[in-house]
């Protein structure tokens, strides 16, 4: 069975866990889901296989196979059959590009149509988000508030891609694999930084915002809400011990580039994920001179360009 699912960005960011063993976010977060950018995964479940088999973009093995082969023990069950997993995404992996997110929302998907499972987007969401927190948004599209329940975790809707379509540029800094993975990151941030209960307190306030700005399809309100979460979440990972810092100098300037912009009345504000890369999210008669400003930066490495999206969902076996 094959599914895709397309990544996603945090508007207002999840950073910290409330329970690890379960992976429950210790915040609600708001983010949109991508169209042009997607990972397509192939689950498909042999008697005859000894172990789980994974294929990563054309190469066997693979760093995600014990996470994947956990997920679909969740998914299908502990006494399932071995799997043939195949990977592809269209954009780097590992990178802050929130790749573990359209991965493990595509493995889900497709692991319970491979197990002929029927599940809810409620089941789905439990699952994809035991794998990865994130995750569980890659399974809807458009504008996706995560919320933490009596029960764990439940994702819905707040626009789709085609109430308020929006232009995200991403300009990649660096392609190599991050240091510290953000499981890991979170933890320590939990644990040294003296910032971090106020982020938690202060997350309620902010998912507010967001929400009130999609709802009235405010630009200029959710480019101000999440430009300060961001930087609220990044502010957290600096003054953990030992500090984590995600940034590098070029994602500094295309920070001033975006300040640059708007200053000129350009509708476009940044946000940035646990790396160095720097998602432009704009106006969509915007885009061009976002795309073309940011391109031009000579340590910007490359750039992508994405709609909003859709939902995960299954597709024809390729
Ligand atoms: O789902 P994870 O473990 O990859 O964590 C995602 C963390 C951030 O991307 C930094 C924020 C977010 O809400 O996506």
């Known amino acids: ?9 945090a508007l207002i960011k999840y950073w910290g866990k409330r329970d690890t063993g379960q992976n429950l976010p210790a915040v609600g977060s708001i983010s949109i889901t991508l169209c042009d950018l997607y990972t397509g995964m192939d689950v498909d479940f042999d008697d005859q296989l000894a172990e789980d088999q994974l294929i990563v973009n054309g190469d066997a093995g693979g760093s995600m196979l014990p996470r994947l082969s956990a997920c ?3 998914v299908a069950g502990e006494d399932r059959a071995r799997a043939r997993i195949v990977s592809e995404s269209n954009f780097p992996i590992a990178a802050g590009l929130a790749s573990s997110a359209s991965a493990f929302a595509a493995a889900t998907v497709a692991a319970a ?16 988000g035991r794998a990865s927190g994130s995750a569980a948004r890659s399974l809807l599209g458009g504008f996706v508030e995560l919320r933490n329940c009596d029960s764990g975790i439940e994702v819905g809707n707040l626009r789709t891609a085609a109430e308020w379509p929006l232009t995200v540029v991403i300009a990649i800094t660096e392609t190599g694999p991050k240091a510290v993975g953000s499981t890991e990151a979170m933890e320590i941030s939990r644990k ?21 700005a999609i709802e009235k399809r405010d630009f200029g309100q ?18 953990s011990r030992p500090p984590m810092v995600y940034w590098n100098a070029a994602t500094m300037r295309c ?20 790396g160095p890369q720097v998602k432009a999210v704009c106006l ?13 930066s000579d340590d910007v ?9 859709d939902a995960a969902r299954l597709v024809e076996s390729s």
């Open 1 to 9: 069975m094959r599914a895709i699912a397309q990544p996603n960005i």
């Open 72 to 74: 679909l023990d969740r």
């Open 113 to 128: 149509a491979a197990a002929g499972k029927d599940l809810d987007v409620a089941e789905l969401a439990s699952l994809a």
């Open 192 to 212: 040294t930084s003296p910032f971090y209960s106020s982020w938690v307190e202060q997350q309620e306030h902010d998912l507010a915002a967001a929400r009130s």
């Open 222 to 239: 959710l480019a101000a809400i999440a430009e300060h979460n961001c930087l609220k979440m990044h502010s957290i990972m600096w003054a």
């Open 255 to 274: 920070l001033q580039i975006v300040r640059k912009l708007q200053g000129a009345g350009i509708g476009v504000f940044f946000t940035i994920d646990a």
């Open 284 to 296: 969509p008669e915007h885009a061009e001179q976002v795309r073309s400003t940011l391109s031009s």
């Open 301 to 309: 490495a490359a750039v992508m360009t994405s709609e909003l999206g």
